[in-house]
C-alpha cells in the first residue's frame, strides 16, 4: 500500500551546473553563451554599417507587420505581469515568504533599498520625457483622437497625464519585480546561479544547464544590450542638444535641426570609452562614485522645478493624475486598438504601437539589467515587501518627476509664455526649452549646464552597469576571471550599435530595433510568471508535507 512519503512532491532542484572555462581567452565566462551573444551583435553592427539602405528599408519593413502583429501579445503580457505579482504580494501565504532562506533578513536597511531603488528608477529616460512625453500627449493621446478634449487645452492634461503614468507606473516596474523574483527567489533560496536562465528552472529543471539554457541567457544579453542602446541613444540626443544650446550648435547640429553625424560619434566615442574605463575600474570605484552624483543633482533639478517653476500647478496635476490613474489603469491596461481600416481605428492603433508598445517592449528589454540590480540587493526580504516596494516607490518618484518637470512645461504653454517653443521642439529639446523659458538667460546656461553633467553621470551609469550585467549573465552568475578584454569589447559593441542606428535612422530605428530584439526575451518573460508562480506554489505544498525547500534544509 502506497505510504503518505510517496504521495511527496520531490524536493526543489538545488543544482544548476553551467559549464564555464577556467582559463584562456574566456577564463570565467560560459562560452556557448558569450560567443554567440557576441556573433549575434556584431552581425546587426555589420548590417548596420555596410548595409544601412537594406537596413532601413527591413526596419520599417518589421514596423509595419511584426510589431503590429505582436502589439497583443505585448499589452495582455504586460497586464499578467502585473496581476501576479500584486497576487503573490497581496496572498498572506505567498506575501510571507522570503527570497532568501526563511530565517534571513535584509542586507541592506529601508532607506538604503529605497535609495537604489530611487537609482533604478531615475535615469536618462526620465531627463528626456519628464517634460516630453507629457508634452506629447498634451498634443495627442486616445482621448483627444476620440474627440473627447481639445489638444493643447487644459481639458487635455487629466488624459495626458494617465498614459503618462500608465506607461511609468506600475507596469513598467511590475515587469523589472517579476524577473528579479524568478531569478533572486531561485538562487537565494535553492543556490541556484544568479542568471537569467535559473528563472526558468521550476518548469524545465536541469536541461537549463544545457543549450535550452544557453539560448535563454543568449538572448537576455542581446535584449539587454538593445534595451540599453534606447536608452543611451536618447542620452547621446538630449546631450547633444544641451551641448547645442551652451553655444556649440554649428557643428552639433544639421541644418535640419538633428544631431550631425559628427556629433554622435564623437559623443559616443567621450561617453562610452567614460563609461568602459569606469566598468574596468570595478563598481566599487566606478558605478557607486556615480550614482552620488546622479542623486545630488537628480534632486537639485527636482528642487529647482518645485520652487523655480510651476510647483503649485504641478502637484495639483500630481494629486489628480495619481487619482485617475489609480480608477482608470485596469481598463486603460488591458485596452487594445485594432486597426480596424477606418481612420479613427488606425489612428488609435498607431498612436499605441508609437508609445505603450513601444514601452512595454523597453521595459522587457529592460528586464534583465534591471531585474538582476534589484534581485542583488533585496536579498532576505518577504515577497510581500519586495513587489510592493520595487513597484511603489519608484513609480511614485517617476509620477512626482512628471508632474513638476512636464507640469511646468504644459502650464508654460496654457498661460502663453512659452508661445509654442516647447511642444514644438524636439523631445531631446523640450527640458531646455522649458528652462530657456522658466529661467533667464544666465540661470538657463548654468542650469542646462547642470542638466548636461547629470547626463553625462546618468550615461556614464548606465552603460557601465549594463555592461557588469551582461559579463554577468555570460558568466552565469559568477564574477571571477579574467573580465577586462570582454569589458572592452561590449563597450565598443554597445557605442557601434547606437552610433550606426542613430545615423542610420535616428532614435527611431533604434526604437524598432529594440522592439524586434525585445520579442523573444518576451516569451521567456512569460515563461518566468509560469515559472515563479510554480515554484511558490509547490514550496508551499511541500512545507505543508515536511519537504525541505531552502538549501539549509538539504543538509551539509
Not at 569606469?278 to 558605478?287: E, F, R
Not at 522645478?305 to 491596461?333: H, M, N
Amino acid at each position: 500500500m502506497p505510504s503518505e512519503r510517496d504521495h511527496r512532491i520531490a524536493p526543489p532542484l538545488v543544482d544548476l551546473p553551467i559549464s564555464i572555462a577556467d582559463r584562456g581567452f574566456y577564463d570565467g565566462l560560459s562560452r556557448q553563451v558569450t560567443i554567440p551573444a557576441k556573433i549575434i551583435v556584431t552581425l546587426l553592427i555589420v548590417w548596420a554599417i555596410f548595409f544601412p539602405v537594406n537596413a532601413a528599408e527591413t526596419l520599417d519593413a518589421v514596423n509595419r507587420s511584426i510589431i503590429r502583429d505582436f502589439a497583443g501579445w505585448y499589452i495582455y503580457l504586460v497586464a499578467a505581469i502585473v496581476a501576479v505579482c500584486l497576487a503573490l504580494a497581496v496572498i498572506p501565504s505567498t506575501g510571507r515568504l522570503r527570497i532568501g532562506l526563511d530565517d534571513e533578513r535584509p542586507e541592506f536597511s529601508r532607506l538604503s533599498w529605497f535609495s537604489m531603488l530611487f537609482g533604478a528608477g531615475i535615469g536618462i529616460g526620465m531627463l528626456t520625457y519628464a517634460v516630453g512625453e507629457p508634452m506629447a500627449h498634451f498634443a495627442n493621446n486616445p482621448a483627444i483622437i476620440q474627440g473627447a478634449a481639445a489638444p493643447l487645452s487644459a481639458e487635455a492634461v487629466p488624459s495626458a497625464y494617465l498614459y503618462t503614468f500608465l506607461h511609468w507606473g506600475i507596469a513598467a516596474w511590475a515587469t523589472y519585480a517579476l524577473v528579479g523574483l524568478a531569478i533572486g527567489y531561485v538562487a537565494y533560496r535553492r543556490g541556484l546561479p544568479l542568471t537569467i536562465r535559473s528563472a526558468l528552472a521550476p518548469i524545465f529543471g536541469r536541461t537549463m544547464s544545457g543549450y535550452a539554457g544557453h539560448i535563454v541567457d543568449v538572448v537576455a544579453v542581446v535584449a539587454t544590450l538593445l534595451g540599453v542602446a534606447v536608452t543611451m541613444g536618447l542620452g547621446v540626443e538630449q546631450f547633444i542638444a544641451g551641448a547645442a544650446r551652451l553655444g556649440a550648435a554649428d557643428w552639433l547640429l544639421d541644418a535640419d535641426g538633428t544631431s550631425s553625424a559628427l556629433a554622435i560619434i564623437v559623443s559616443l566615442i567621450v561617453l562610452v570609452g567614460a563609461s568602459t574605463a569606469s566598468a574596468l575600474s570595478g563598481v566599487g570605484k566606478g558605478i557607486k562614485w556615480l550614482s552620488n552624483i546622479n542623486l545630488v543633482l537628480s534632486f537639485a533639478l527636482l528642487a529647482l522645478f518645485l520652487f523655480a517653476g510651476s510647483g503649485l500647478f504641478g502637484l495639483e496635476v500630481l494629486g489628480r493624475g495619481i487619482v485617475k490613474y489609480c480608477v482608470e489603469v485596469v481598463p486603460t491596461t488591458l485596452t487594445h486598438f485594432m486597426a480596424d481600416g477606418t481612420v479613427l481605428g488606425e489612428a488609435l492603433s498607431q498612436w499605441q504601437l508609437d508609445w505603450t508598445v513601444f514601452y512595454w517592449a523597453w521595459w522587457i528589454a529592460f528586464a534583465p539589467f534591471v531585474g538582476m540590480f534589484v534581485a542583488r540587493i533585496s536579498r532576505g526580504r518577504t515577497i510581500r515587501e519586495y513587489v510592493l516596494g520595487v513597484i511603489l516607490v519608484p513609480s511614485l518618484l517617476c509620477f512626482v518627476w512628471m508632474a513638476l518637470a512636464g507640469g511646468t512645461a504644459i502650464f508654460l504653454e496654457l498661460n502663453g509664455a512659452a508661445g509654442g517653443s516647447i511642444v514644438t521642439a524636439p523631445i531631446s529639446d523640450q527640458l531646455f526649452a522649458t528652462l530657456s523659458v522658466m529661467l533667464g538667460p544666465v540661470a538657463m546656461i548654468l542650469v542646462t549646464g547642470l542638466v548636461v553633467v547629470l547626463l553625462i553621470t546618468y550615461l556614464i551609469t548606465s552603460a557601465d552597469s549594463a555592461i557588469l550585467i551582461v559579463n554577468t549573465i555570460n558568466g552565469a552568475g559568477v564574477t571571477e576571471g579574467q573580465r577586462r578584454r570582454h569589458i572592452l569589447f561590449w563597450g565598443a559593441a554597445l557605442a557601434f550599435i547606437v552610433g550606426s542606428m542613430l545615423i542610420l535612422g535616428g532614435i527611431d530605428a533604434i526604437r524598432v530595433t529594440m522592439i524586434i530584439g525585445a520579442l523573444p526575451f518576451s516569451f521567456v518573460t512569460g515563461l518566468m510568471v509560469v515559472a515563479i508562480v510554480k515554484a511558490i506554489v509547490f514550496d508551499l505544498i511541500r512545507v505543508s508535507q515536511g519537504v525541505p525547500v531552502t538549501t539549509d534544509g538539504f543538509g551539509p
